[in-house]
């Protein structure tokens, strides 16, 4: 099969959607693999690296749609890019398609086959092209909140650690599902004082049993988050309800009863965030300050570290892609019904019922879908 993978140009974007190391895999399965010219250059990979790993470099992305049979990229597609799908092509990537209805009206005249990251399942009821980006979010969060703590940034002038004869900084992190998880064990391995909040109690059992030593949980009630946010020099967000808005769980009068120059890291800002005064920023102005609490709300975290990111996403999109190429997409969705519960969209029908929800759309069963 000719796999294709064209430059992002969505704005900030610098991942990749296949790596070298992809790549390779791929022509051993005995795929052609198209990458168009420095598609790779954001995450530190170049035209030499794919080219070493047996890809052809394509010099534009107009060539890369035209040849290609699978698309895989990175973010949704772009009104030019979906211009460029067509009846038969598979697009194999992020698309969020409940809140955009511009995007799913294009893939559905495109008629191509259209498998999104975030829907795709796993055996124990995760959503395995989503932790991915989980677990680089949240390994991030205690270093960027280390570094809104610092004085410069109008920080408390806290070193995570502290030194001999000073203590640590106190760090919260409300929410102990994926994102807690890498957080918490972080600021734990910075020297941290670190406590993790979830209000589901096989998740906190489960935390305890596994992590003990490295730090302690509570229940997110209203009254311990409001107890625990008074001595805290971090609260790191990270929880999430599936398919709603992330509850505001500290509000703006709360701010004034926590330490002056306190920082809040709300990774969960993608889904609204979880403090009343949360708004979205980007990398080049992530923090600002209310009440004289400061905050960090960047929607894209990952994006911060490319390289990393873009192998972690290869890493987990790799056996998903091998297996479209190897079988088409049809075979291979009929044969995985987690790779199944990916497709949101063929030949013009959506198959995804929230989606179908969310827009007031009609669609089909993607079982429907394998049998036209
Ligand atoms: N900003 C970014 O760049 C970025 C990157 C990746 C993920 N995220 C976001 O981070 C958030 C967390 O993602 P995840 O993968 O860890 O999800 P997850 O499902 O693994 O974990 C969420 C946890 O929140 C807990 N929770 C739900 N409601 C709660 C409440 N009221 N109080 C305390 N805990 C509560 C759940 O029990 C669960 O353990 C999501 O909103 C996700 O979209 C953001």
Known sequence: MKIGCPKEIKPQEFRVGITPNAAQEAVLHGHEVLIET???MGAGFTDADYVAAGAKIVESAEAVFAAAELIVKVKEPQPVERARLRQGQVLFTYLHLAPDPEQTADLLKSGATCIAYETVTDRMGGLPLLAPMSEVAGRLAPQVGAWTLQKANGGRGVLLGGVPGVGPAK?????????????????????????????SLPRLRYLDDVFGREFKTSYASAGNIAELITLA?????????????????ISRAQLKTMKPGAALVDV???????????????????????????????ANMPGAVARTSTIALGNA????????ADKGWKKA???DAHLLAGLNVHAGKLTYAAVGEALGLPSITPQAALAM
């Not at 972080?186 to 004082?193: I, K, L, T």
């Not at 999109?317 to 479209?324: E, G, K, V």
Request: net charge negative; aromatic share 4%.
């Open 268 to 298: 969960a800002i993608d889904q609204g965030g979880c403090f009343e005064t949360s708004h979205a920023t980007t990398h080049q102005d992530p923090i600002y300050e209310v009440d004289g609490v400061l905050h960090y709300c960047v």
């Open 317 to 324: 999109t790799l056996p998903f892609m091998l297996a479209l």
């Open 333 to 335: 969705c009929a044969d």
């Open 38 to 40: 420095s598609a790779g």
């Open 171 to 199: 760090v919260l992190v409300i929410g102990g599902g994926v994102v807690g998880t890498h957080a918490a064990r972080v600021a734990s391995g910075m020297g941290a004082d670190v406590t993790v909040l979830d209000r």
């Open 233 to 249: 020099d971090m609260v790191i967000g990270a929880v999430l309800v599936p398919g709603a808005a992330a509850p505001k769980l």
